[in-house]
């Protein structure tokens, strides 16, 4: 009666599924982009509506999906950043006392998890940090005023995380933003899980919450789907040629009675004794199959070569990520290609430290400072190194370029380039023209007891 039902239930939505996208005709903005033929999006298996569920699966079960996010997502935490009190410009050398109290808070620990939630909200569409304040309240009552210590925070996905009570006044600065979030706390010590009401004062999300978002992973969703058919049809194809299945054709005189009756069994039973012998010879090297009037051949299916059809679907993939598909697939193909993408690759992630992880820093300092785990500050920026800057090598190379100049323009008594340009070029600090140049003979210090011998460093750290 199950199986029944079950077959029925299929069979409804199977209906429901068609009818919808037989729809499609009247509904311009449907499931495909095919006008022509409405159902081709359903046959060709996308799904209607990617939920959270298909991209966390994705990405925990599909390679590619995989190695994309944890790529970019390290790629561009590579380093950390750096709040610092004041402009981008304003940097003093010297740490300033809101600064050694934001790095006591934002600590490398703080940032290794700052970081995991950025790589969880590229499997789904956000992600949220909750904030473990030490100030002998309830999680869902809200922050009071002054100072407290954080002590802790927990990364959530957003399967376990969601809104359950919204601002509705429209006086408050918060309206139409979570005002209740509900927390599913992972079970402990074989406990089930526990359903906690967290206030929005104790949370912190990075990506988009809403209703229309748009995961990182959902446009390529479909050539993800389209690879999994290349990769487990062209190995299924391999398995059935690999297994060697045969197939015997008995001429038409033989009487399938009297082998039957020399196997002492029946006819109907006879199948199973041909089975055997087909085992037989698959298991062992040196085998032999002895037949009478009949010829034995192995069905082998016609396997086409994966790789176009696998590559073109890759494309799609990366073209929707921006990261170019030979560093998606560690593809190195010439040194000129492979560090042209490599340079590609950190501008992409430059970019995106710039123009969007920032800003959500920036936020999340502020929050702090609401919340009074920070101080108040005016004003505050993050800075990043620079991915794109020249590894020392490189450096030394374009400072013997440039001495190589000089020594070029000799006969033209100009000199291209001065002695302080070069030490800029190969990355150390330019000498004042009031220092003397080292003598032969180094004193106690060694080299390097100049300081303007020293490596010219962009950042503090």
Known sequence: MTDKLQLAVNHALDDLRTARARMGLLNPGGLGLDQKRSMAWCEYGFPENVSYDMLFNLYKRGGIAHGVVNKLAGHCWKTPPEVIQ???????????????????VLTPSMWRQFADADRRRLVGRYAGIIL????????????????????????????????????????????????????VEAGISGQPARNVRIHADRVFTLGDYSADAIGFLEPPYNAFVSLEKVEGGSGEAFLKNAARQVAVNFDKEVDLRSIASAYGVKVEELQERFNDAAREINRGNDTMLITQGASVEPLVSQVPDPQPTYNINLQTVCASIDVPSRIVVGNQQGERASTEDQKYLNARCQSRRTNELSFEIHDFVTHLIRIGVLKAQTEYSVIWDDLNEATPADKMASAKLMSEVNTAAIGTGEQVFDTNEIRTAAGFEPRDEADPLPDDDEDEDGPGANPADEPRRSDRR
């Open 86 to 104: 004041g402009g981008k410009d304003e940097r003093s050398k010297q740490e300033t006392a809101w600064e050694k109290e934001a790095s006591a």
């Open 132 to 183: 473990r304040l030490r100030d002998n309240q309830e999680w869902d009552q809200p922050v009071q005023g002054g100072a407290k210590a954080l002590a802790g925070v927990i990364v959530s996905w957003a399967s376990a995380l969601t809104v359950a009570e919204w601002e509705t006044d429209t006086k408050s600065d918060a309206y139409g933003k979570p005002k209740m979030w509900q927390y």
